[in-house]
């Protein structure tokens, strides 16, 4: 069964504290998997697109990185700003275009 | 380069009553999708159009329906509804179904409450 998890469902950092985000993935033929940053009460703001392992993408203080089974998003030096819901998902493509998301990580930094 | 939009913002319904949610998508974008989501989870998938046929098809009751225009706006339409439809509902697009280009951008949301 497709599923993506992702870890911690909450992080509280400090500004300044770096830290990562983890995103778990189990599908049949991985075709991408995005990074979106969601703010309360509103959509889901595209960041990142990941096609294969050992891929890296940079925006700013957000890193992200695939591995085969999973992907991590670096967070460094971290601002009050950066402080939102970050979720993953993968595409699958038995259902059209479907994207699986996990249940996202609640990042709060605190000044 | 204008991006995904939905209307209404807010919306208030009764229990049985019948809503209709629209979508106009990023321009150059043919396919669109839905997607429901509840307080505290991810999104999930309601069902995608790609040129104005339905793709694809989540776990939702018939009741759940959609329409895409030919200018590839696109509507979701929600019969009978039920306490539990209360959620905000995402409609993004995307310039193909498949392989590069296959990102999904989001609008803002439509917030549906039922009571």
């Known amino acids: 069964e497709d599923q993506v998890t992702q870890s911690p469902e909450a992080l509280r950092l400090q500004e300044g504290e770096s830290s990562s985000l983890n995103c778990s993935y189990t599908?049949?033929?991985?075709?991408?998997l995005f990074w979106y940053r969601q703010d309360p009460g509103k959509g889901p703001e595209f960041l990142f697109t990941l096609y294969s392992a050992g891929e890296e993408k940079e925006k700013e203080r957000l890193k992200a990185t695939l591995t085969k089974k999973e992907s991590f998003l670096h967070i460094t030096a971290p601002k009050p700003e950066d402080s939102a819901t970050y979720l993953c998902?993968?595409?699958?493509?038995?259902?059209?275009?479907?994207?699986?998301f996990g249940q996202g990580t609640e990042l709060s930094v605190k000044p | 380069e204008t991006g995904v939009t939905q209307s209404p913002t807010h919306l208030i319904k009764t229990r049985g009553q019948q809503v209709t949610l629209r979508c106009s998508s990023q321009s150059g974008h043919n396919t669109v999708s839905w997607y429901q989501q509840a307080l505290g989870q991810g999104p999930q998938f309601i069902f995608q159009?790609?040129?104005?046929?339905?793709?694809g098809r989540g776990n939702f009751p018939p009741r759940f329906s959609g329409l895409q225009f030919p200018n590839y706006s696109s509507e979701l339409n929600v019969n009978a509804l039920e306490l539990d439809d209360s959620a905000l509902y995402l409609c993004?697009?995307?310039?193909?179904?498949?392989?590069?280009?296959?990102?999904?951008?989001f609008g803002p949301g439509t917030r549906l409450t039922v009571l």
């Open positions: 998902a993968v595409p699958v493509y038995n259902q059209g275009g479907k994207l699986i």
């Open positions: 993004a697009s995307s310039l193909e179904v498949t392989g590069a280009g296959n990102e999904q951008f």
């Open positions: 159009y790609y040129r104005e046929e339905e793709n």
């Open positions: 599908v049949s033929g991985l075709r991408g």
